[in-house]
């Protein structure tokens, strides 16, 4: 008798843990409603390939104007540049610079790095913030300020654009009207 007891009451456990069981997996296996977008998205994404695929091009103007770049700064080393700034009241200084001035914002290292990181049950790789070359992070903030070497004295000179003022880089000096005025701002006399 108690063998029939023990019986039932296991019967009756088990199919319990059974309603139980597949209750929870019909519960995991509706789609959440971040993969209902994630899938609507993806879809609408083939549809929309499908309907209107990229056109391809027979010539680029862009890939043009990049190699020009290159021909002009990546052939010569110290080729000068000439960097007019213009202020606030229209007022313009110029610097004659060797090579390129660089903004704050280019590294000669990637800015991020990959690293192994504990994520507490599972272990991953993380994308971090590498350390630039001076052993300091940066955000890639203070986009706005520009530095360079002074052509002839090899000074260090730096400024910002933005907040009303702004500047524009020629490879070779420039006798506009707006120009005619400039005042270096280095050492650097532009000589006619």
């Given at each position: 008798?108690?063998?029939?007891?023990?019986?039932?009451?296991?019967?009756?456990?088990?199919?319990?843990?059974?309603?139980?069981?597949l209750?929870?997996?019909?519960?995991?296996?509706?789609?959440?409603?971040?993969?209902?977008?994630?899938?609507?998205?993806?879809?609408?994404?083939?549809?929309?390939v499908?309907?209107?695929?990229?056109?391809?091009?027979?010539?680029?103007?862009?890939?043009?104007?990049?190699?020009?770049?290159?021909?002009?700064?990546?052939?010569?080393?110290?080729?000068?540049?000439y960097v007019?700034?213009?202020?606030?009241?229209?007022?313009?200084?110029?610097?004659v610079?060797?090579?390129?001035?660089?903004?704050?914002?280019?590294?000669?290292?990637?800015?991020?790095?990959k690293?192994?990181?504990?994520?507490?049950?599972?272990?991953?790789?993380l994308?971090?913030?590498?350390?630039?070359?001076?052993?300091?992070?940066?955000?890639?903030?203070?986009?706005?300020?520009?530095?360079?070497?002074?052509?002839?004295?090899?000074a260090?000179?730096?400024?910002?654009?933005?907040?009303?003022?702004?500047?524009?880089?020629?490879?070779?000096?420039?006798d506009?009207?707006?120009?005619?005025?400039?005042?270096?701002?280095?050492?650097?006399?532009?000589?006619?």
């Amino acid at each position: 008798m108690r063998s029939r007891l023990t019986h039932r009451i296991l019967a009756a456990l088990a199919v319990v843990f059974l309603a139980v069981g597949l209750t929870a997996c019909e519960e995991e296996s509706k789609p959440s409603s971040r993969s209902k977008e994630n899938k609507a998205r993806n879809s609408n994404y083939d549809e929309l390939v499908a309907k209107q695929p990229a056109a391809k091009l027979d010539y680029s103007p862009t890939r043009e104007t990049k190699n020009f770049w290159i021909k002009t700064w990546g052939k010569q080393a110290n080729k000068l540049s000439y960097v007019y700034i213009q202020n606030a009241d229209g007022q313009y200084g110029y610097y004659v610079l060797k090579g390129l001035p660089v903004t704050y914002c280019v590294s000669l290292l990637p800015p991020e790095t990959k690293t192994r990181g504990d994520l507490g049950q599972y272990d991953g790789d993380l994308i971090v913030q590498g350390p630039s070359m001076d052993g300091t992070y940066s955000s890639q903030s203070n986009c706005t300020s520009y530095y360079g070497e002074d052509a002839e004295s090899g000074a260090y000179v730096e400024w910002s654009v933005g907040a009303n003022q702004s500047y524009f880089l020629y490879s070779e000096p420039m006798d506009l009207p707006q120009f005619k005025d400039a005042v270096p701002l280095g050492k650097t006399k532009i000589k006619n």
